[in-house]
């Protein structure tokens, strides 16, 4: 395992349900490369996990979230590509006006392959 700083956004604390706060997390590597919360695939934690670790796609993961590249579940989630679409367009936004959570910085563990 490798820890790596990225900027990220992690929700804040509320009484939503875990899955609804999971939905917010993000990272984004120095080289621009979004990833975004499982939830954003569409179907069980497992099935994503399974199906990156299957494709030899890097995972990160902070406070047991698991993240993968914005771009890996277009590909392999066609469903969600206009909801991922959207969330990679907003962050990309923020980061080039500088704004929102861009000043936190989070360590995110990337399982190395």
Known sequence: MKDETVSGYI???SKLKKWKKEYGYFAVQP???IFLSWVHTGCSKMEAFLCASYD?????SFDDVPMFRA???KENFPQMKT??????????IAR???QGPF????IA???SQ
Request: glycine share 8%; hydrophobic share 30%; proline share 6%.
């Open 11 to 13: 929700s804040p604390t």
């Open 31 to 33: 080289d621009g490369t």
């Open 56 to 60: 030899g796609e890097p995972v990160m």
């Open 71 to 73: 771009d890996w579940i």
């Open 83 to 92: 909801t991922v679409a959207a969330a990679s367009r907003r962050i990309n």
């Open 96 to 98: 080039e006006q500088g």
């Open 103 to 106: 000043e936190q910085r989070i």
């Open 109 to 111: 563990t990337q399982a």
